[in-house]
Nanobody, 119 residues
Framework: QVQLVESGGDSVPPGGSLRLSCAASGIIFSGYAVGWYRQAPGKQRELVAEITSSGTINYVDSVKGRFTISRDNAKNTVYLQMNSLKPEDTAVYYC?????????????WGQGTQVTVSI
């Protein structure tokens, strides 16, 4: 019943911009920490940006100053604005929602959206 759907991935030239969206159903996003992860060929999956239910935001160093994560609770959606894109940003981007308890963790993933940055 829980579903996270990513959208907005595309193929763009270096320096271009994209806005990724993660729309949730079956959960209320505001109660979760939501993160954007990416996985490039030959690389491990890495956390790119995260926003907690309290509004705390963290970014991986390689995207600081270029990417912005935000929430729209009315739309139950989290966004990742990606500017000044580089070829190194090419990856499948995944949305994750997590709520951690002392004895368990609820953890949900979307299916991913492809971002390709090339000439």
């Amino acid at each position: 019943q829980v579903q996270l759907v990513e959208s907005g991935g595309d193929s763009v030239p270096p320096g271009g911009s994209l806005r990724l969206s993660c729309a949730a159903s079956g959960i209320i996003f505001s109660g979760y920490a939501v993160g954007w992860y990416r996985q490039a060929p030959g690389k491990q999956r890495e956390l790119v940006a995260e926003i907690t239910s309290s509004g705390t935001i963290n970014y991986v160093d390689s995207v600081k100053g270029r990417f912005t994560i935000s929430r729209d609770n009315a739309k139950n959606t989290v966004y990742l604005q990606m500017n000044s894109l580089k070829p190194e940003d090419t990856a499948v981007y995944y949305c994750n929602a997590r709520k951690t308890y002392i004895w368990k963790e609820n953890d949900y993933w979307g299916q991913g959206t492809q971002v390709t940055v090339s000439i």
